[in-house]
């Protein structure tokens, strides 16, 4: 596991200002996505668990591309974001079964799940992943929602050649976590002041849904 860990500067140094109403969405909340206020961080979980999420993964992005795509360019923190990731489970209960379990179960939180659809469904095009990135960072921003999010699209952005490398490698591999490592140098340069926190997994998966947006702006 690797462990991200940057000072949150803004918030001490910024001066007191006059209470504002906050008009922004219900941020999607931290048991689902794996982030909170301040400190954003998603648990290792158990490679055979995740390699079985990435399988299930590959069969719903196959049978469902077209709802896939809708669902994971949403602002996931509205509650359609999430409405939508259960309907995927719901419409697609032969994958579950295929890979010998339970839809509910292997979707578990939002965001890992989200990030194996990313994954399978940029996996889904001939064009080598590198070059599609390389090209979309030159092109269309995407819309962030959440400072870690900001973080992990400029990565994505910054250096498309370790990230296809990141999303080639068999999550829990040893090789999985020495393209995480590589991409240390750019996260932090890409951090700024956020404090971010989080291993190997959550990593991945931030940058996997994040790459998926970026590629998607540049059709529109």
Not at 9 to 30: F, G, H, K, M, R
Not at 97 to 110: D, I, T
Not at 199 to 219: D, H, P, Y
């Amino acid at each position: 596991m690797i462990t991200l860990a940057f000072a949150l500067l803004a918030a001490a140094q910024a001066p007191e200002q006059a209470p504002q109403v906050d008009n922004t969405p219900t941020p999607w909340p931290e048991r689902d996505r794996g982030f909170g206020p301040g400190v954003d961080r998603v648990a290792a979980s158990d490679s055979d668990a995740r390699q079985t999420l990435a399988r299930y993964a590959v069969c719903v992005a196959a049978k469902s591309p077209d709802k896939v795509a809708d669902v994971l360019t949403q602002d996931f923190r509205q509650s359609s974001y999430g409405n939508g990731l259960r309907n995927l489970v719901r419409a697609n209960e032969g994958c579950a079964r295929q890979v010998g379990s339970r839809g509910e179960r292997l979707s578990g939180q939002n965001l890992p799940f989200a990030a194996a659809l990313a994954e399978a469904m940029m996996a889904r095009e001939a064009a080598p992943l590198k070059t599609r990135l390389a090209r979309a960072a030159t092109g269309r921003e995407a819309a962030t929602y959440a400072p870690s999010d900001k973080v992990a699209m400029c990565v994505a952005r910054s250096t498309p050649d370790e990230v296809a490398a990141l999303f080639a490698t068999e999550v829990g591999s040893a090789a999985e976590e020495q393209a995480a490592t590589k991409l240390l140098p750019v996260v932090k340069l890409c951090a700024q002041d956020v404090k971010l926190e989080t291993s190997v997994a959550g990593l991945r998966s931030i940058v996997a849904t994040a790459s998926f947006r970026l590629l998607k702006a540049q059709e529109s």
